[in-house]
């Protein structure tokens, strides 16, 4: 694709301070940048600066190749202590999806991808169990049968960290996978591995949270995606939604209703991750919708 064709995306966050804006704004008029989309976001208890822009190239002062176009913006990353990324929009991530036994977030996720509803390439499927083979194979996605037990978890855990390398994958999906990352591999893929947890954050966590949450008579329930880290249920949250429910709805009838919010809120915060709008606050996300 020609330089002046495609579209580029620019995050960047840093220490708050005045001239952010004009200085990456001043950058593209200088290079016949165009801008498609701007959002930045100010964090005044932190005093921290956010900020995403879209923009093609509109000139003959316009870089001709991501490259060169990178290298020009190196001078004010350096000069406002940036930290910054520089992509092309038609390039899709690459994404791992890991599953247990549940299929609903899975089969979302491929009907998404294959009718070019998400902005990234799924790469292959992860499963501690056999079976949802046929589902990813039927998708033309390749399955990787990783058994996971006490004893083998190093092991496991190193040999998805092996297919993510092959495969050049930006995240991990957590698709109802059922096991719960080593404190090695969630400290290594701080940032890049999504989970879908079947309850809304922080309430309910851990096992049976539909059961709990039926015995508590709740009147809301919900599915939360959030980035894995070593603390169980405690990443930073990317995206929440919920239901209503009343005292007439069964635990079962929950649970379809759970498994829809689920495949609805993954969906959301794979397709933002894939389109660069998820950034890092601390324990907390700024995401650009």
């Known amino acids: 694709m020609n330089a002046m064709t495609q579209n580029y995306i620019l995050t960047l966050t840093a220490e708050d301070r005045t001239g952010l804006v004009a200085a990456v704004t001043g950058f593209l008029a200088e290079h016949d940048g165009f801008i498609l989309d701007s959002q930045q976001y100010a964090d005044l208890d932190q005093n921290r600066f956010f900020m995403r822009v879209e923009f ?32 092309s929009g038609a390039e899709k991530p690459n994404i791992i999806v890991a599953v247990s036994k549940g299929s609903h977030c899975l089969n979302d996720l491929l009907h998404r991808w294959k009718t070019g509803g998400l902005p990234v390439n799924i790469a292959g499927v992860i499963g501690n169990h056999d079976n949802l083979r046929d589902l990813a194979e039927w998708h033309g996605v390749p399955f990787h049968h990783l058994p996971v037990t006490a004893d083998n978890r190093v092991e496991q855990e190193r040999a998805i ?29 701080a940032g890049r591995c999504i989970n879908i947890h079947h309850s809304f954050l922080p ?87």
């Open 56 to 87: 093609k190239g509109a000139g003959d002062r316009f870089p001709v190749s991501l490259s060169e176009l990178t290298a020009k913006f190196k001078t004010v990353g350096t000069q406002y202590a940036l930290d910054w990324e520089l992509v």
């Open 161 to 189: 960290l092996d297919i993510m390398e092959q495969q050049q994958a930006s995240y991990l999906v957590l698709a109802r996978y059922m096991q719960i990352l080593s404190d090695d591999l969630s400290t290594r893929l």
């Open 203 to 289: 309430g309910f966590k851990g096992a049976r949270p539909y059961h709990r949450a039926h015995e508590r008579g709740v009147k809301l329930i919900g599915a939360t995606a959030h980035f894995v880290s070593a603390d169980l249920d405690e990443g930073p949250i990317i995206e929440q939604a919920v239901e209503r429910v009343d005292h007439r709805a069964s635990v079962e009838e929950m649970i379809r209703s759970g498994r829809d919010i689920e495949a609805q809120v993954l969906a959301k915060a794979v397709k933002w991750a894939g389109e660069h709008r998820i950034l890092l606050n601390g324990n907390r996300t700024v995401v650009f919708r």
